[in-house]
Nanobody, 126 residues
């Protein structure tokens, strides 16, 4: 059963923190590049943070520069997105996806025919 499941969203106050999880089943995340994306109503989909499952430097969008950390737990086959200093403009549905592109390419130019997980809602109140 090849599947991605995003979770961990919720309602937080501005300035707070949140950790999102992307759990994979049926395959090993370490073999792929993993990306976190978000989409708010009326806005285009935005790549937030992407990283190779084999390690290396992640790509982070300028909009979340110095406020996000992407990490992985190979034993749990899960990738996390730690978000700090949250702002109301971070409010969106967050998705994770995997492909074999480089982190920068995946975040900036994600193909549509890749494996997407279900979204998790993040709402930041002012």
């Amino acid at each position: 059963d090849v599947q991605l499941q995003a979770s961990g969203g919720g309602l937080v106050q501005a300035g707070g923190s949140l950790r999102l999880s992307c759990a994979a089943s049926g395959f090993t995340l370490q073999d792929y590049t993993i990306g976190w994306f978000r989409q708010a109503p009326g806005k285009e989909r935005e790549g937030v943070s992407c990283i190779s499952g084999s390690g290396g430097r992640p790509y982070n969008a300028d909009s979340v520069k110095d406020r996000v950390t992407i990490s992985s737990d190979n034993a749990k086959n899960t990738v996390y997105l730690h978000m700090n200093s949250l702002k109301p403009e971070d409010t969106a549905v967050y998705y994770c996806a995997v492909d074999r592109l480089s982190p920068e390419t995946l975040c900036l130019l994600p193909p549509t025919d890749i494996l997407w997980g279900q979204g998790t809602q993040v709402t930041v109140s002012s």
